[in-house]
């Protein structure tokens, strides 16, 4: 059974998977299907995790096709077709997919838009990448070797209104941040307004050999609030010395047009192994 309930809806050119650095919007709930332009034939989608079923037709008890792995490339051939089900408050959302020589129906929550074949490791072989929300709120990304599918949990956010179901996804290349970086940034409505935060993961192998490692890398808090109450967050990477700064302030905008600083705090931090470890704060 697949547990992810995850499609991303940002419109990347249809029949291509999104480029390096190009953000994704991944979502808990589908939102906006009524915009047919996210919905395109040929859009390019991928399979959030192992196991997700093709079926004959839309519906939970059509016969098997076959079924994908997570990461697995498929076109979209037609807008979500929405069947009711025993639960009257909602209805399962179909997608017809073709996906090589395979063609039929996937249930929505198995597919995303947040993939890239890229070599994250710097072995020369590209792996296949897939994020998304599992059934919790978490997103989980996946990454398949030619070994073995890899996955990292970075976590549940919340906010006032509960789950954030909601983010934006993205590759950053190695000259950003002196890694290849797979970034997610949730959208929080908090009480006095709203703001975002981050968090990393990477995969790379040991600097003894061996097996790659898919971790969380990096997390910091963002940038919102509602004038007068402010809070921002500037994250400066430094590629060729492996280090990045976080630097975080905030205060309130004052009736004389000045700001009042409340909180201003700088944290270092250095690459190891794939993940920042903080060097200094202040």
């Avoid at 408050?89 to 890229?118: F, K, M, N, P, Y």
Wanted: proline letters at 5%; hydrophobic letters at 40%; charged letters at 25%.
């Amino acid at each position: 059974m697949i547990a992810f309930v995850c499609v991303a809806l940002a419109a990347a050119d249809p029949g291509h998977r999104p480029e390096p650095g190009e953000s994704v919007h991944v979502s808990l709930e589908p939102v906006r299907l009524h915009d047919p332009r996210l919905w395109r034939e040929g859009e390019a989608l991928v399979a959030v995790a192992d196991g997700v079923v093709v079926r004959g037709e839309p519906r939970v008890e059509a016969p098997a096709l076959g079924t994908l792995t997570a990461g697995t490339l498929v076109h979209l051939r037609a807008a979500p077709e929405h069947r009711p089900v025993a639960d009257p408050s909602r209805t399962d959302r179909w997608l017809s997919i073709r996906s090589g020589e395979l063609v039929g129906w996937v249930r929505q929550a198995g597919i995303s838009q947040a993939g890239w074949e890229v070599d994250l490791d710097g072995d020369g072989i590209t792996e296949s990448v897939s994020i998304g929300f599992n059934s919790g709120g978490e997103v989980v990304v996946r990454v398949r070797d030619e070994r073995a599918l890899h996955a990292v949990n970075l976590g549940t956010r919340e906010d006032m209104q509960g789950i954030q179901g909601e983010a934006e996804v993205a590759l950053l290349p190695s000259s950003v941040a002196g890694v290849p970086l797979l970034r997610v940034i949730w959208t929080a409505r908090e009480q006095c307004g709203s703001g975002d935060h981050s968090a990393y993961a990477s995969f790379v192998r040991p600097a003894a050999g061996g097996a790659p490692v898919l971790q969380e890398a990096l997390k910091h808090g963002g940038s919102g609030g509602d004038s007068p109450v402010w809070w921002e967050t500037d994250v400066a990477f430094e590629a060729g010395a492996g280090t990045v700064v976080v630097h975080e302030r905030s205060g309130e905008d004052m009736d004389d047009g000045s700001e009042s600083v409340h909180h201003e705090n700088w944290t270092h931090y250095r690459l190891a192994a794939g993940v920042f470890i903080e060097v200094t704060a202040r």
